[in-house]
């Protein structure tokens, strides 16, 4: 869908009601009274009209034009497409999540604050989080770690693996033990991969099953990928359930904060299962009934109902919040209430992750971008003051109150 598409439908008994974008008017956008004005906006640099949405021309060549109110009017602007930010004082955008401009093993990251005024989409060069071992790899999209030449994030066919540059990106070749010839793609080993339900992808490369891997099922005679439903009911992982001397086997076990019911299946503790309407199942998969009222949510670990949002029971800086790992669609409603950040010890280390990198600076405790306006008044910047922030003028204006020089 083009970007401009974000139209309000109103619905009106059975039929919607479709509202031009603001630009699409005459008032406010010139380019309007042309033949398709609507997808144009006004230049006034050369006094033409250009189309929306398109990089380049008048505006740097990877930025897009794009509209932006002053007032009441609507003005063009250039700005980054979306997926990419640009460094402060400059006008070049960069992709996220990738190196971009910056040094070996750094990337290039959002900053969330960083639309200003003007609608800059503004990025700083960051290091990747550190992962528990060398196994795994960091991912900046989502901020989680991934085991090496696994899928992990990628899209089916890549594997995950850390680049010339260090940083961890999706990667399939010719050459890789990993590749399948069929489709093109690579897969990890011992997954299912490109093979059919029952088969996994070997070495070699080969899809097969064979009886003395700790993934073969005896009740199925099929090879299942660890960790996954596999041969198992509802709520089951096909799992390593002990290592012997003599080796290891899988088994359907409950997924982890699931218990098993009457009816074999297990269920996330604290939804209803297959209880009644009033109840939620409770550890040893028996059914309980619901302990809180309306709006209040079960704190296991002190047997209480709080209200969301509440700082009790919770460690400082958190907040009582309903508990985000539950998928309504599939569990259904949760009941378990969980600590989550809310302020104090969580924001204190935003800002202490703040101070370490470049570009960005604290400052009344929130993050800011080194000279940007930030918190400043017109005509001031965020500067650094040997380890502290300050606002101070700009170049070209006249403190104290940094007005311009006429």
């Given amino acids: 869908m083009a970007p401009w598409v974000w139209l309000a439908a109103l619905l009106c008994g059975s039929q919607a009601v479709v509202l031009p974008p603001p630009w699409a008017d ?25 189309t929306i949405y398109k990089k380049g021309h008048p505006c740097p060549e990877t930025q897009e034009l794009s509209p932006g109110r002053w007032g009441g009017r609507t003005v063009a602007e250039c700005k980054c497409p979306p997926g990419t930010a640009q460094l402060p004082h ?117 899809c097969g099953c064979e009886t003395h891997l700790p993934q073969y099922h005896n009740g199925t005679n099929a090879c299942y990928e660890l960790d996954t439903i596999g041969p198992c009911p509802k709520g089951h992982l096909f799992s390593i359930s002990e290592v012997t001397s003599q080796g290891s086997k899988a088994e359907c076990k409950c997924k982890s904060f699931h218990a098993r019911a009457s009816d074999g299946a297990c269920y996330r503790l604290y939804t209803r299962g297959p209880c009644a309407t009033d109840e939620m199942i409770a550890r040893g998969g028996r059914c309980t009934k619901v302990p809180c009222a309306r709006g209040r949510l079960y704190v296991p670990e002190r047997r209480r109902c709080y209200r969301p949002g509440t700082p009790e029971p919770c460690p400082a800086g958190e907040v009582v919040a309903f508990d985000f790992e539950a998928r309504p669609a599939l569990d259904g409603l949760s009941h378990n209430g969980v600590c989550a950040c809310g302020s104090g010890a969580c924001t204190r280390r935003e800002v202490e992750a703040c101070s370490s990198r470049r570009w960005t600076v604290p400052y009344g405790g929130v993050c800011h971008i080194l000279h940007t306006q930030g918190p400043c008044p017109e005509g001031a910047w965020l500067v650094r003051d040997q380890n502290r922030a300050k606002c101070q003028c700009r170049p070209g204006t006249i403190p104290p109150d940094c007005s311009l020089k006429s």
């Fill in 90 to 206: 400059t006008t070049t955008c960069h992709k996220l999540f990738e190196r971009g401009p910056c040094r070996p093993g750094e990337y290039f990251a959002p900053v969330e604050e960083s639309f200003n005024k003007r609608g800059e989409r503004q990025g700083m060069c960051v290091r990747p989080q550190q992962c528990a071992d060398e196994t795994l790899l960091y991912w900046p999209a989502d901020g989680r770690c991934y085991y090496r030449m696994t899928q992990g994030p990628c899209y089916p066919g890549a594997l995950l693996d850390a680049g010339e540059d260090g940083l961890a990106n999706c990667t399939c070749s010719v050459d890789s033990p990993n590749y399948w010839a069929a489709d093109g793609g690579c897969y990890a080993h011992y997954s299912r991969g490109p093979c059919e339900k029952g088969q996994l992808f070997l070495p070699g490369p080969k």
């Fill in 26 to 50: 005459v008032r406010r956008n010139p380019c309007a009274a042309h033949p398709r004005g609507w997808l144009m906006l006004y230049w006034p640099a050369d006094g033409k009209c250009y």
